[in-house]
């Protein structure tokens, strides 16, 4: 059930009055309409600042507080230029059953979320690389850093989206057999399994030669703010990981069971690029 942007304003106003914040101004903003969240801004008349407020698509409260824990441990550990969430209140449900989160507003470029905008793409991929690369760059003391874990299962993935998508291959007919044509003809080497600690002991075998607790490398830009180029091992696995990556945000969208335009066009713009590498054997051998 989604909230009019009148109704988060009072339970918004409720919520800063609860928690002695100050009250809130005139309106607020949307800023963007994200596939996992939606962010609106909005400022606090009594001190003129401004904030953000997050709400989550996502049920498990659990996730959200790992996100904000972690958010936390950039911030104080590590001195990284994020910005942690507002505690009190921390996470509060709103009347429709989402999770919400207070943070502080930091100014800068607004881009209009297009797909046509390219700068915006660029910009954002670029960003991402860097802070990558930061966090797994290596330290005085010539170790990595501690918080470098690579979050996806890619063998539970496989496994979900071949067992546990009957729905969804009903319902998307055309999506679930462009994602099991790369699923079948890209991640061979990926077997079926569906004990959990048979998949931890082939991604631990598959992983042993790579320097431990990288995430995501896909950009030279990655390599240069870490500092040490990918090893061949990384290169061999890199289109693999491409796949499973976006494998696991599909599969996240078919989890939400959001309306048909809407996981059509998610997951269509997810397909595109992975379609791309599958059909072009020299793309990975070219970025290298």
């Known amino acids: ?136 760059s290596i330290n005085n003391e010539n170790t990595l850093s501690i918080c470098n874990y690579r979050v996806i299962n890619i063998v539970d993935t496989k496994y979900q989206l071949i067992n546990s998508c009957d729905k969804f291959q009903k319902d998307y007919k055309d999506l679930y057999k462009r994602i099991r044509k790369i699923i079948d003809e890209c991640t061979s080497m990926i077997p079926v399994i569906e004990n959990e600690f048979e998949q931890i002991m082939f991604e631990r075998n598959l992983e042993k030669n790579l320097p431990k607790d990288y995430a995501k490398q896909f950009l030279i830009e990655y390599q240069h703010t870490r500092k040490m180029s990918l090893t061949n091992d990384e290169w061999n696995l890199l289109e693999l990981y491409c796949y499973m990556t976006i494998f696991h945000q599909i599969l996240f969208i078919i989890h939400l069971q959001d309306n048909e335009k809407i996981i059509n066009e998610m997951i269509n713009e997810l397909l595109l690029p992975i379609e791309e590498i599958s059909q072009n054997k020299t793309f990975l051998r070219d970025i290298r």
């Open 1 to 136: 059930m989604a909230l009019s942007k009148e109704l988060i304003f009072e339970e918004l106003s409720l919520i800063l009055m609860k928690y002695s914040l100050g009250k809130l101004s005139s309106s607020i903003e949307q800023i963007t309409d994200g596939w996992t969240n939606l962010t609106y801004k909005f400022q606090i008349e009594s001190n003129g600042k401004f904030y953000i407020l997050r709400i989550y698509h996502s049920d498990r409260e659990e996730n959200i507080q790992v996100e904000l824990n972690f958010i936390s441990y950039l911030y104080n550990q590590i001195h990284l230029p994020v910005v942690p969430s507002i505690d009190p209140p921390g996470i509060f449900l709103l009347t429709n059953q989402y999770y919400c989160v207070i943070f502080p507003f930091i100014d800068g470029i607004k881009y209009i979320n297009t797909p046509q905008n390219y700068l915006r793409q660029l910009g954002q991929t670029l960003e991402i690389s860097r802070f990558l690369g930061q966090l797994h």
